[in-house]
């Protein structure tokens, strides 16, 4: 094989690595942004929690300030019961004294219907606080794993770049410009092996003698993706498979 094709192969290798670096960096993002959003549905989770609590202690304390009030009044009606002149007054007191009965003990009933609820709601905010807090504690904890292997990959990918430019170097101007155009153009590999008798990144089909001449060392260019077709392990003539 040509010198300059060994090192285009050298120079693949090497942007093959960088690639693959590249998606694992762009995974640890993603892979962040998928903690946090759990986190925050337990964060959620728990806030609702809290806020059901809440207005729970509010209809409880309004239950319970409405039967004392209740309580007072009813004193109040009991100590006018005997200021009553006559049988129509007496019987709308007595009214007064019932109905104020009667809440205080639909009050009760509520009271204890709050209580139970409530029993159940903090059980289920306790443990929505300790799902919040240990989903957070671990999102933390992965969060800064995470960093760290990012950084390890940044150093990882500062000494490819390096390797690359070692390589680069060393790769006539023409080629490697040609090299360049064929990678930016995002067709993958630059290099690739003759196929079936066919270009293997395009499957253009090669003429025979430059299928003869690729399989004795030399490369060719492709004329309709530019890449550069070689001879490879796997490299087979057209309908012989081989």
């Not at 990882?156 to 023409?174: F, K, N, P, W």
Request: charged share 35%; aromatic share 4%; glycine share 8%.
């Amino acid at each position: 094989m040509e010198d300059n094709l060994e090192l285009l192969l050298g120079l693949q290798e090497i942007d093959g690595r960088i690639d693959r670096l590249n998606r694992e960096m762009d995974e640890i993002p993603r892979e962040k942004r998928i903690h946090e959003r759990e986190m925050e549905s337990h964060r959620e989770a728990f806030e609702r929690e809290k806020q059901k609590s809440a207005e729970l202690g509010r209809l409880k304390e309004q239950a319970t300030s409405d039967r004392e009030a209740t309580l007072v009044r009813l004193a109040e009606f009991k100590n006018k019961l005997l200021e009553m002149k006559t049988n129509e007054a007496y019987r709308a007191m007595m009214e007064q004294i019932k109905y104020a009965e009667k809440k205080i003990g639909e009050l009760d009933i509520r009271l204890l219907e709050l209580m139970y609820e409530e029993e159940t709601v903090e059980k289920v905010l306790e443990d929505a606080r300790r799902t919040f807090e240990r989903n957070s504690a671990r999102t933390v904890k992965r969060s800064e794993i995470l960093d760290s292997q990012l950084e390890e990959m940044k150093e990882r990918m500062a000494d490819l770049l390096e390797e690359r430019e070692e390589v680069s170097s060393t790769i006539g101007q023409r080629l490697l410009d040609r090299y360049e155009r064929v990678r930016g153009a995002g067709k993958g590999l630059v290099v690739v092996g003759l196929v079936n008798g066919s270009c293997g990144g395009c499957h253009t089909n090669v003429p025979p003698q430059t299928v003869v001449e690729i399989s004795q060392g030399k490369s060719f260019p492709c004329p309709i993706c530019g890449r550069f077709i070689i001879w490879t392990e796997g490299s087979t003539f057209a309908g012989s498979g081989r």
